[in-house]
T-cell receptor
Framework: DTAVSQTPKYLVTQMGNDKSIKCEQN?????MYWYKQDSKKFLKIMFS???????INETVPNRFSPKSPDKAHLNLHINSLELGDSAVYFC???????????FGNGTRLTVT | GNSVTQMEGPVTLSEEAFLTINCTYT??????LFWYVQYPGEGLQLLLK???ADDKGSNKGFEATYRKETTSFHLEKGSVQVSDSAVYFC?????WGSGGSNYKLTFGKGTLLTVNP
């Protein structure tokens, strides 16, 4: 069973569109994250939720809106997509600060 | 704020060569330190970790020691293999808030390692 699964794996869309990426974890972890990885492989945290509560919002544009219906799910909705949003988006989860993050395999978003 | 600095890549080695990837950190508290590895087309996975000063993390022949005096956590392997080719990330985990209930992982920029046969 996949521990952290995100869909879709690839997403190609045009500027101005709205899209969503879904993430689910079956590890029973309390905390979930969204990270953005750019073309140079640099990873930057976007959001963190602990038990459905937003903990971290790292100066991400308002066009990005995370939603956590329960602690096993953290979805990412993006409005009015821009070229600069093209990246690989990773969902992750962890149990506590000493525990490692478990990552999904990423969603490669390409905005044309 | 917290930050992680790791050596710029890419690093290219021959099989069985010795590997060192330097990592230093800046943190206000007492963070836990991690190395993650990302193979092509995959997400990151934990390679090793250390949670306090002088701890040594090790896995798959890789080692790193938590050095508080030099704020470093350098990754080493005595003899690399072609299958070790990947991007390696150093990271620190720090916490804040009541009871340290809030925490996040800060990553370095990653180092691409290529091992040639």
């Amino acid at each position: 069973d996949t521990a952290v699964s995100q869909t879709p794996k690839y997403l190609v869309t045009q500027m101005g569109n709205d899209k969503s990426i879904k993430c689910e974890q079956n590890l029973g972890h309390d905390t979930m994250y969204w990270y953005k990885q750019d073309s140079k492989k640099f990873l930057k945290i976007m959001f963190s939720y602990n038990n459905k509560e937003l903990i971290i919002n790292e100066t991400v544009p308002n066009r990005f809106s995370p939603k956590s219906p329960d602690k096993a799910h953290l979805n990412l909705h993006i409005n009015s997509l821009e070229l600069g949003d093209s990246a690989v988006y990773f969902c992750a989860s962890s149990q506590d600060w000493n525990s490692p993050l478990h990552f999904g395999n990423g969603t490669r978003l390409t905005v044309t | 704020g917290n930050s992680v600095t790791q050596m710029e890549g890419p690093v290219t080695l021959s099989e069985e060569a010795f590997l060192t990837i330097n990592c230093t950190y800046t943190a206000t508290g007492y963070p836990s330190l991690f190395w993650y590895v990302q193979y092509p087309g995959e997400g990151l996975q934990l390679l090793l970790k250390a949670t306090k000063a002088d701890d040594k993390g090790s896995n798959k022949g890789f080692e790193a020691t938590y050095r508080k005096e030099t704020t470093s956590f350098h990754l080493e392997k005595g003899s690399v293999q072609v299958s070790d080719s990947a991007v390696y990330f150093c990271a620190l985990s720090d916490r804040w808030g009541s009871g340290g209930s809030n925490y996040k992982l800060t990553f370095g920029k990653g180092t691409l390692l290529t091992v040639n046969p």
